[in-house]
């Protein structure tokens, strides 16, 4: 058997942008016969990959880059328009919240469900099912059909399923970030003890030290193309080097691509009162947001916001909830001011926006947007090199 688990030789994938409506064989035929080349999105693009057995691969890049693309080809949810892709052993995904299961059946015929699809005997899940519910955290609700389970429960149980059913090649989007801290810090704890037994992790993040951490090799893909493939550190230093935002005031939300939940209510826009902010400067901004109708109307909607610099590290976390703010949604459109006192030393940070409803999670986008601080020496100390900080607080000394 071949070294290699994954092996991806001039892959690529094409689109179509827009759809065109036809009623007839003629209006389809003379769609085809008129359509060209710039109707075409090109996803991913004469991508060549070789992923060993064992290692835990890191794939990173902007929102569009084509990362979700190609898991989803490695996982055969869709098909590549050119290329080819060789797998050695069996895959278990996890790409959205959820992925795999049946909402009308519970959560246990479920589990066995997904075995089943892996190519597992019914005595093979049976000794891993007490592992799998407790992992998840789910037990008291088992039973009950997937449907009425919240996003974090269904993730919860989709990563045990696909982890402790023992693929030879664990797929992962960044599906975990729906979950709380401390489950995400299981998942990577198991995760690592996955590539511990020798098998394959491909792990997509927009968490630079999750990918550190669990990853020996990175692969940084840029408008679908590979543009490095090497140690993790080496790409995760390149990354954060050329491809930070550039910060303005106005952010279009609602053709972003690389979002995740339910997306009936979602993030339609988001504007800085200025593109960048001095050192104790309070940072003031609005976000928009609209849904499909009045059957998404609440009183309970969570809007958080996460906000971390270029080292990566999430430094500010505030939702509506922290401050026991409630949020009135008629269902179609939201705008919600957003004011924050700035103890942030100078740089660029990056913010990531999740959008709950009745506890659903209806949006999530990963640093979509980027603000700036510029004043280098809010102290008026002379050796700015001795502040060594992440955060200029406000302070006095008495005595």
Known sequence: MEDYAIKISDLSKKYRIGQLKSTSLRDSLFNFSKNKEEDFFWALKDINLTIQRGEAVGIIGKNGAGKSTLLKILSKITYPTNGKVEINGRVSSLLEVGTGFHPELSGRENVFLNGTILGMRRNEIKSKFDEIVDFSGVGNFIDTPIKHYSSGMKVRLAFAVAAFLE???????????????????????KMEEVTGEGRTVLFVSHNMQAIQNLCSKAVLLKDGRVELDSLTSKVIDYYLQNHSHATKQDYTLSNEKERKGGQHVIFESLHFNKPNFKSGEEIRFCINIKGEGTQYASNNIDLGIAIKGDNELNLIHMTNRFINKIIKFDGHEKRVDISLSNILKPGKYYLTLFLRVNGT????????????????????????EEITGIIFPKFTFNG
């Open 167 to 189: 693929p030879e090649i664990l797929i992962i989007d960044e599906v975990l970030a729906v979950g709380d801290a401390d489950f995400q810090k299981k998942c990577l704890g």
């Open 361 to 384: 999670i209806e949006d999530w986008l990963s640093d979509v947007a980027a603000f700036e601080i510029i004043d280098s020496n809010p102290y008026g100390y002379n050796n700015t």
